[in-house]
Nanobody, 124 residues
Framework: QVQLVESGGGLVEAGGSLRLSCVTS????????MGWFRQAPGKEREFVAA????????YYADSVKGRFTISRDNAKNTVYLQMNSLKPEDTAVYYC?????????????????WGQGTQVNVSL
């Protein structure tokens, strides 16, 4: 089992920044990759970014590339999502997720563990 706890969400004006954190605990040694996803009201959950735990390789959705950065701190068992140049369309609940098996990193259904989510609101 892997437990995930997100934090760092809040209200920010367009153009502003936020940093989300995801603290992991439990059997983290079995984790292949960590991802951030988001879900806006009335929409499906979508991929935002992912990072491989072993070598730090990163992957991004086109909509956030160049604005968001995913990173990890192995010593703290924590994954971060630095979000810059935020837009109103970035408003959503952001979820941290962990996957055990090798596979496509942007596939929502292939992640094994999920956090409770943290709300991000971006105003005009």
């Amino acid at each position: 089992q892997v437990q995930l706890v997100e934090s760092g969400g809040g209200l920010v004006e367009a153009g502003g920044s936020l940093r989300l954190s995801c603290v992991t605990s439990g059997h983290t040694f079995s984790t292949y990759a960590m991802g951030w996803f988001r879900q806006a009201p009335g929409k499906e959950r979508e991929f935002v970014a992912a990072i491989k735990w072993s070598d730090g390789s990163t992957y991004y959705a086109d909509s956030v590339k160049g604005r968001f950065t995913i990173s990890r701190d192995n010593a703290k068992n924590t994954v971060y999502l630095q979000m810059n140049s935020l837009k109103p369309e970035d408003t959503a609940v952001y979820y941290c997720a962990a996957r055990i098996h090798i596979g496509v990193l942007n596939a929502v259904h292939e992640y094994d563990y999920w956090g409770q989510g943290t709300q991000v609101n971006v105003s005009l």
